[in-house]
């Protein structure tokens, strides 16, 4: 696949090297939109616009769908009122939806200009549902059906609306009102003899989601029923579109790279990596680490209140790092264990003291092995056994402390309705520090017997 | 819809307490298997296994199939074997496959026994490809049809074969020696006229993918080209199977967890966290613990060594935690962008240089932030502008430092072909952690001019 792949783009390269624009056309119009937006993005802009223009109309519209947003901008730009038009015209609604909200508001006011009253009337109804919700990302271009039809007559009108519709595998049969009354599958409607009515095959109890329903929501939903359309219905019940298997896929794999960089203690970017600016980027990092150093400050104080223990005793710095660095871990393996129980429905807010109690318990198992091991280097240094006893003890401590804290964090977030993976590793880790801190010197300051 | 769905639920309870067993029944028959694989899920062994013999047998296996391992497992054991027989031959190949990779090899041989001849020989060339591949979960349930067939041919060939395969809005053209001539979509079947070839409207290009194909990349391809089924060939281009839809969204969802947890420095744990055991939860978690307090311990060799510096200012000890801290939290965040970025695609290889000097610049800018608040504190205390000086320099220095370890260490990760995301939060603080103290205690040892 990858070899055909590459041999496709490696024509496309020398056709247009050599300038054989004809032969270079008639190349393109038989590769698949993805593979020709992949040859499009790694050109210069000025090629770019050139081999865009080469495009058929129809096959110009589906890669235009698959470029990245600052790609589409610019050739947005290129190109006159009338082609802009024509090109938003022919986009599927929620490709456009999902254009017009990478756009900035100027542009898209524009843009909104170029459509027709009616299809102006169908974005603009998409645009006015919360971001990230059902609403916002539904497709208002499903096949409706009467419940007085039978299957020659359902047949019928799905052929002859098929061509405008975002699916034909799955139909809706709605009620004079418009209310959702069923779903129909094609299969059972190609297996059912011409004149039975569609009420008889239909699933009349079909799973749907609300405007309302957060897009996370919605692809949960259809992930748990296998559905690969979902019906989208409005506060009165009423079918206002549908969301299909392409929309969930996207949404599952940004919600995912989200959570990542939420729990890196990065607020989402909506770029890539590469097509981010160095300041976004800066500026996306920028408030957690922040917030990390301010609560940080802490351990300043809490070392200069002990610095007369560190001034009998100075190998106590040395365990520091270690110390700290091992709670950090522990915490956000613990929260990281939790966050990903929450997002993937394994893990509910009761569960709460099962959760605690398993961690504390694999704390204690986690603590004393890797105790062992700290006690053994403080031993050798021979710095007396009040040390190594010291090290041992707030290793046991920390662990179990980082457990307690990556495990429930996530928890209290949940409970302020926050999601929990802003319970980033980088703010358990300085959380679990500054507790650590304190324990360490604690420690200390009893078992040498100092102060 | 929730609100529906806990109706249901809370009925199920009231006839199942009221051993209403036969309005139950008819009760169970109208729900969602996935929604009575959830009622089951909470019940207790015996309960679960009487509940599940009021089911109709066809909504029996697709509940079975939502169950989890380990309730498959104990269901199974209390029924005869005949009912094991029919569970099994009834199960999709794909969900069969998944359950014998659950079960112990011995409960999977004893079960292999219960296939018919024919239904063995499959799940057996099944269980054949290695793990994660495509060849591995794929199902042989597809519709092929032959390249001399017109559309109505084609059309009753599906109406005839519907009822065992896995999708029909996706069929498969093959040449006589079964090779993968092209895929034909039911939406194209049925605009066609009835007496068009097939090869008139078929796909002759399709995307496929092979039975050694990662199931990762497979997802992949699937998602970039918005396909819904994807063929797989073997190593003669011969079509053996197909992936559909649901496969990926379960891959996708199952990746990501993967990497949440690699990214932890925790090894993948198969079961849900409430599932899985205190010990084995303990175990998985050890490994990347133990590499790292055993890295962890050369700090306590660097600050022993730099105890000089130490013991004429020990308030350079007070910003130990903040500076390591600080470090460890800006390589956990490079690091987390560069392994999503490789993970959806967006990063490659080749982008070292850029990604590099995009951290080298963003690390320098966060660095100059972050120094300013820490100086101020070091400043104020009193301590002496050679301390706030080293502060401010030696975090300026870390923070560029963990930005450095934390984009380089998973592109040095994927050069020797292991997953970038092994470079873990917890590994990546580590060794920032090391680097950092030698850095500060050598800034602190020229700007003081000590030893």
Same sequence: chains 1, 2.
């Avoid at 496709?8 to 020398?14: I, N, T």
């Avoid at 843009?111 to 059902?134: C, G, M, T, V, W």
Wanted: hydrophobic share 50%; glycine share 6%; aromatic share 8%.
């Amino acid at each position: 696949m990858k070899d055909i792949q590459n041999k496709l783009l490696a024509s496309v390269e020398k056709l247009f090297e050599r300038k054989q624009f004809k032969s270079l056309k008639e190349l393109l119009s038989t590769m698949e939109p993805a593979d020709i937006a992949e040859v499009l993005a790694e050109k210069a802009p000025a090629e770019r616009v050139f081999l865009f223009r080469l495009l058929p109309k129809d096959i110009a519209i589906e890669v235009f769908e698959f470029l990245e947003g600052a790609e589409r901008e610019e050739l947005l730009g290129s190109f006159t009122d009338t082609e802009v038009a024509a090109i938003i015209e022919e986009m599927s609604d929620d490709d456009r939806t999902a254009l017009f909200d990478e756009l900035p508001a100027k542009t898209v006011k524009k843009l909104l200009a170029h459509l027709s009253p009616e299809e102006r009337k169908l974005a603009n109804a998409l645009l006015n549902y919360q971001a990230d919700s059902a609403g916002r990302i539904m497709t208002p271009e499903f096949i409706d059906l009467k419940e007085t039809m039978t299957a020659s007559q359902a047949l019928a009108r799905i052929r002859a609306t098929a061509a405008k519709k975002e699916t034909i595998y799955t139909s809706f049969v709605v009620s004079p009102e418009r209310k959702l009354k069923g779903t129909v599958h094609l299969e059972d409607l190609i297996l059912a003899s011409p004149d039975t009515p569609v009420t008889d095959f239909m699933d009349g109890l079909p799973v749907f989601v609300t405007t309302d329903t957060d897009q996370e929501e919605a692809a949960k939903t259809m992930s748990k029923y296998d559905l690969q359309t979902i019906p989208v219905v409005d506060r009165e019940s009423r079918l206002v579109g549908i969301l299909t298997f392409d929309d969930i896929l996207d949404i599952v794999q940004e919600e995912a790279t989200e959570d990542f960089e939420r729990m890196a203690g990065i607020s989402p970017v909506d770029e890539s990596y590469l097509d981010a600016g160095i300041m976004t980027l800066t500026r996306k990092r920028l408030t957690w680490l922040l917030v990390c150093i301010v609560t940080q400050l802490f351990s300043s104080f809490i070392l200069e209140r002990y610095s007369f223990v560190l001034e009998s005793v100075v190998a106590l710095a040395f365990f520091i790092p270690l110390l700290i660095g091992t709670g950090g871990n522990t915490g956000t393996q613990a929260a990281t264990l939790v966050i990903r129980g929450f997002t993937v429905g394994e893990i509910v807010r009761e569960d709460l003291f099962r959760v605690i109690s398993k961690e504390i318990v694999s704390g204690f198992l986690l603590g004393i092995s890797l105790a062992v091991l700290a006690s053994i280097r403080a031993w050798t240094m021979g710095t007396g056994y009040g040390v190594a006893l010291t090290v041992a003890a707030s290793v046991v401590g920390v662990v179990m402390l980082g457990n307690l804290v990556g495990a429930f964090l996530p928890f209290a977030a949940k409970k302020l309705n926050i999601d929990p993976a802003v319970m980033s590793g980088p703010f358990i880790t300085t959380v679990v520090d500054i507790l650590g801190l304190l324990l360490y010197f604690e420690v200390a300051r009893r078992v040498l017997v100092l102060g």
